[in-house]
């Protein structure tokens, strides 16, 4: 072992994280939320199929994980429009950054979030509070519908 490549390493990070440290926060607040939103929208489906006597999701059903993967997109831009009415113009500018930035739709949702955990102090209390009236509202049914579905609904 050199004396350069000694102190360019750490025993305690993994060869395949970013070197930068800002970068490697980033990568730990995205990974945390992934692991978080999962928890969210899976538990919220599992609950509505229990309360509608539907069988419990599976990995393996295209349509399950269809559903899953919008349920995604649903909460994390709910999410985003109850925190984004007290942002500052700086911050703004930087949930527009991640907004612009290359990768798909649900990849730059979740990095408009990163921004947001670093930026707000008090994001994971936000974040629980949405958690909370989202699983409530999907899991008893209450979803919000369309326009079609609130005109030729029944009852």
Known sequence: MTPDSFFGTSLRRDPNQPADLNARIDAQIRERLEEAV????????VRRRRTLALPPPSADNPRDRAEFTESVGAFLAELQTAIAPDLSEAQRRKVAAAKAAPGDEAQRLLGVHVVLARELPDYWQRFETC???YTERVSSGRER???????????
């Open 38 to 45: 999962d928890f969210v929208c899976l538990d919220a489906l």
């Open 145 to 155: 519908r369309g326009l079609l579905g609130r005109l030729f609904s029944r009852g």
């Open 131 to 133: 958690r909370a009236a």
